[in-house]
């Protein structure tokens, strides 16, 4: 069994997205035009938000948000240290510079009083990520943020329509990022991104950075970058936003099976720290990621079961050699690091599937 089927969700939706490409493919109609334009529109209206501007990544996306808010050399950018790189490596790609603080011991999120611990004069941006579907604390993260006159930019890219004190994550802090990568909650057939706000310059501008610092054609009142989607891609997440709210519905009901069926799971003698879901979220599990001290163990007896998992992420972002190897500074982020581990969870699972999961780590007891 492998850890994720993308085949199988591309099967069931063949005929929709061939029906979707083929007159793109028959007028060359590769570039912006309307795929793209409706994408934007659909997914901004899903958020009940004004604003959504595609571009070529999640990465870009971050990136371009950040520029777009005046980010630059010298500034400093608060993120966790515990996510994918990406979070930290679009800060540094501006020259600014990113500043780690320790995640929660439930969650693997932002904790707000690691944040307001770690501000400097130079402090200008927070980037909150709601990592694996769970939100971030962003009502206290807000809060902080406000009083320091700090941008917000949240990283959205692995909760889509996830939910925060009854608003939807995206639509919380001055914008927002997403990844469109195959693997997330609405992937593409490749790499894609999006930028959510409710600031209609803050959009505009990225628009524009996305597209050469273009005011209109051939004229260019800034420097830009070539990061705009592509029409097939904006074409298939279209198909696909139809049924992301389903799709959502059955990861949330994998994961409460997962969940009532492992609380007592303890292999090889220690208890399995699972998911939690605390008051106020709604968690939308693009992963199913728990915990144990013989993670490595368990991986490997699950793979000999025949049954694929991951590890999303064995280190740090201060312990990448990116970044210096750093270590020692974030206990929680560590932990995190050293004991995670991914369970076969995606849409098309079956519950068949799942039980044999759920058996075989049993039967490590």
């Known amino acids: 069994m492998p850890f994720i089927d993308l085949a199988a969700a591309h099967r069931k939706l063949e005929p929709e997205i061939l029906d979707a490409v083929l007159p793109l493919l028959r007028h060359a109609a590769f570039i912006g035009g309307d795929p793209v334009r409706d994408f934007e529109r659909d997914f901004a209206a899903m958020h009940y938000t004004s604003c959504a501007v595609t571009t070529k990544s999640g990465t870009s996306a971050l990136s371009l948000a950040l520029l777009a808010m005046g980010i630059g050399p010298g500034d400093e950018v608060i993120v966790p240290a515990f996510t994918f790189i990406a979070t930290a490596s679009a800060v540094v790609t501006l020259g600014a510079v990113p500043v780690f603080v320790d995640v929660d011991a439930e969650t693997g999120c932002m904790v707000p009083d690691a944040v307001g611990l770690a501000l400097s004069e130079r402090t200008r941006a927070v980037i909150p990520v709601h990592l694996y579907g769970h939100p971030a604390p962003m009502t206290a ?3 902080l943020a406000k ?16 939910v925060c004190d009854e608003r939807m994550v995206g639509t919380l802090g001055d914008a927002a ?5 195959p693997t997330k909650n609405l992937g593409a057939a490749g790499d894609a991104g999006l930028v ?3 600031d209609l310059e803050l959009a505009a501008r990225v628009r524009r950075l996305a597209n050469h610092g273009r005011s209109e054609h051939y004229v260019h009142v800034e420097i830009g970058q070539n990061e705009r989607l592509d029409a097939f891609q904006a074409a298939i997440l279209s198909v696909k936003l139809k049924h992301l709210a389903e799709w959502t519905s ?4 994998l994961a409460g099976r997962y969940t009532g069926a492992l609380k007592e799971c303890a292999p090889f003698g220690e208890p399995l720290q699972l998911p939690v879901e605390l008051p106020g979220a709604r968690h939308v599990y693009h992963l199913y990621t728990v915990r144990h001290p013989r993670r490595d163990a368990i991986a490997s007896a699950l793979r000999e079961a025949g049954i694929g998992t991951a590890i999303h992420y064995p280190l740090t972002v201060p312990a990448q050699p990116a970044f210096g190897t750093q270590a020692g500074q974030w206990p929680n982020a560590e932990r995190w690091a050293a004991t995670c ?3 076969p969870l995606y849409p098309d699972l079956s519950d068949a599937q799942q039980d044999r999961v759920i058996e075989a780590l049993k039967f490590l007891n």
């Open 141 to 143: 993260l807000l809060k």
């Open 147 to 162: 009083k320091c006159e700090l941008r917000v930019l949240e990283d959205c890219a692995q909760s889509h329509l996830a």
């Open 177 to 181: 990022a997403f990844s469109f990568y």
């Open 196 to 198: 959510l706000t409710s």
């Open 250 to 253: 059955r990861r949330r009901a």
């Open 341 to 343: 581990l991914s369970l």
